[in-house]
């Protein structure tokens, strides 16, 4: 059946195209579409949210490379992106339904292989997402923590540092703040949504002309564009390796753009504005990203004293940047701090993106009984909104984050999935689209022609390679709290996933289960 690319009669009113595309695929509209292009948009911006991922892993970029591996390879990691973006908005146009990349998948494989693909696709999407909502809160939590120390003296002026206890009670505040707006109706959400799009847009254009503006010592042109920085302290002395590692700040932050794709069940005009949705953020992420860290970047005057533990905001770079240009220029780090606070009210708005579109995959995934306890998670209240995904999105991801109570290392191995894990989701019915599918899948309005398959390979290959590249060790020589453990937690939730399958899944999950 031909796909609707406009509104089509039902009964004596008009049907959105959205909506008959749902009804073709199986679905009742349950959820309220009540969504614009632009709000599509700005879920997708606002997880992205250059502001978050930037200033949470600039540590890491200048670790490893410094302003050579941040600058260029922004743009290494931003052109895949895109790519792996306009491969999934070609099978979001024919597919707009909240259940996004294991519906895909399920589709893409045909019937022998469906439930099987949809339910790794599916565990792998939903367990990145817990991930990063966790992470995302967990940094807000942590940067609150350096507003407070420098508000309080700096750590050379006695300022107070937070236990990782209080650290992870913020962090539980801010979850809870979270599951409230997301109880709230989709239209106020969508305001939310658009205010947090805007402000990432506004608070990264003065923040990269105010810091070195305000800033009393700046790197020359020559600095921020060809300096290395090998000084990195742990061991590793060759450049192509340090620079491959450096990318992880880069695709940490492009990370979350299939919210557009969960948010279709929501968007007027679905199969055209989702893939909208999900190109515009990416590519609108790039070019704003860029600038932020080349404004940022030229304020770099010394790696090492910004790195180290010892400095006023314990080792944060971006926040001692911020703290001392204000200070050197006026005697007080307040105007620092206020920036900072403009950072954080970003990154509150990606951890409140970040739980809808959990919620939303929740939701759809639950629909198809791929869940325990599915007809809990599965319920809408009377303001069409998945309540109980919502608040079961929260609870998870708090207790993901309460392994950084026993360990650093494990905590940074369950935040890994929401980089390698996530990306995994994406590859997965992409890879599908170019080999079980090649002949069979019929495109939607928007589609890549006779490129598709061409972009769905670069994009597959790309995942393959970062999930390699993240995997590496990052520290030499390699001991129990060095070891890179993205690789067993990723492993880990693999074989997990199939274990789960094999043993008892494979007997009931049949895949999306149509309810029209």
């Known amino acids: 059946m031909g796909l609707p690319t406009h509104t089509a009669e039902n009964g004596g009113g008009f049907l959105d195209s959205g909506t008959a595309r749902l009804k073709e695929l199986g679905y009742k509209q349950e959820l309220k579409r009540d969504?614009?292009?632009?709000?599509?948009?700005?879920?997708s911006f606002s997880i992205i949210s250059v502001l978050t991922g930037i200033t949470t892993l600039y540590n890491t970029g200048l670790n490893l490379g410094g302003p050579v591996s941040l600058q260029y390879g922004w743009f290494i990691a931003g052109g895949f992106t895109l790519i792996v973006g306009l491969a999934m908005a070609e099978i979001c146009s024919s597919y707009p339904t909240s259940g996004g990349l294991y519906y895909w998948s399920a589709k893409l494989a045909g019937p022998n292989w469906a439930p099987f693909a949809s339910w790794i696709t599916g565990w792998f999407n939903i367990v990145g997402q817990w991930a990063v909502t966790t992470s995302v809160d967990f940094s807000l939590a942590q940067l609150i923590q350096v507003i407070i120390l420098l508000s309080t003296g700096g750590k050379n002026g006695g300022g107070y540092e937070a236990s990782k206890y209080v650290v992870i009670?913020?962090?539980?505040?801010?979850?809870?703040?979270?599951?409230?707006?997301?109880?709230?109706?989709?239209?106020?959400?969508?305001?939310?949504?658009?205010l947090a799009a805007a402000w990432n847009l506004v608070g990264v254009v003065v923040l990269t002309i105010l810091?070195?503006?305000?800033?009393?010592?700046?790197?020359?042109?020559?600095?921020?564009?060809?300096?290395?920085?090998?000084?990195?302290?742990?061991g590793i002395n060759s450049k192509a390796y340090i620079f491959v590692l450096g990318l992880l700040m880069s695709q940490y932050t492009l990370t979350g753009y299939d919210a557009s794709a969960h948010m279709t069940e929501e968007t007027k005009n679905a199969e055209k504005n989702g893939?909208?949705?999900?190109?515009?953020?990416?590519?609108?992420?790039?070019?704003?990203?860029?600038?932020?860290?080349?404004?940022?970047?030229?304020?770099?005057?010394?790696?090492?004293?910004?790195?180290?533990?010892?400095?006023?905001?314990?080792g944060y770079a971006i926040a001692e940047i911020f703290y001392l240009a204000f200070k050197r220029r006026y005697g007080s780090g307040v105007g620092g701090i206020i920036c900072l606070g403009v950072v954080a009210v970003a990154i509150f708005f990606c951890g409140m993106s970040s739980v809808t579109s959990n919620s939303r995959m929740a939701y759809a995934f639950s629909r198809d009984g791929a869940m325990p306890l599915s007809s809990l998670w599965h319920k809408v209240n009377n303001q069409e909104v998945p309540i109980n995904a919502v608040w079961l999105s929260v609870v998870i991801s708090f207790c993901m984050a309460l392994t950084y109570l026993g360990s650093e290392v494990a905590f940074q191995a369950m935040v890994s999935i929401a980089t390698i894990g996530l990306y995994i989701a994406y590859a997965l019915p992409i890879f599908f689209r170019v080999t079980l599918a090649r002949k069979s899948f019929i495109p939607g309005p928007f589609n890549l022609g006779r490129y598709g398959v061409l972009v769905g390979w670069i994009a597959v290959l790309w995942v393959a390679t970062i999930s390699i590249?993240?995997?590496?060790?990052?520290?030499?020589?390699?001991?129990?709290?060095?070891?890179n453990y993205t690789p067993v937690a990723v492993g880990g939730l693999l074989i997990l996933t199939i274990s789960y399958w094999i043993l008892s899944a494979r007997h009931w999950f049949r895949g999306p289960v149509t309810n029209v």
């Open 275 to 314: 893939p909208k949705g999900i190109i515009s953020a990416i590519g609108i992420s790039v070019i704003f990203g860029w600038f932020y860290i080349l404004g940022i970047t030229f304020a770099v005057t010394n790696i090492s004293y910004l790195l180290s533990e010892d400095n006023d905001a314990g």
């Open 469 to 483: 590249l993240f995997s590496l060790p990052v520290t030499y020589p390699i001991t129990n709290e060095t070891l």
């Open 35 to 43: 969504l614009s292009v632009f709000s599509n948009f700005a879920f």
């Open 169 to 194: 009670a913020m962090h539980g505040g801010i979850l809870l703040l979270h599951a409230a707006l997301n109880s709230l109706p989709i239209s106020i959400l969508s305001f939310f949504g658009q």
């Open 211 to 234: 810091i070195p503006l305000v800033a009393t010592e700046r790197a020359s042109a020559k600095f921020v564009f060809t300096h290395f920085n090998t000084d990195n302290g742990d």
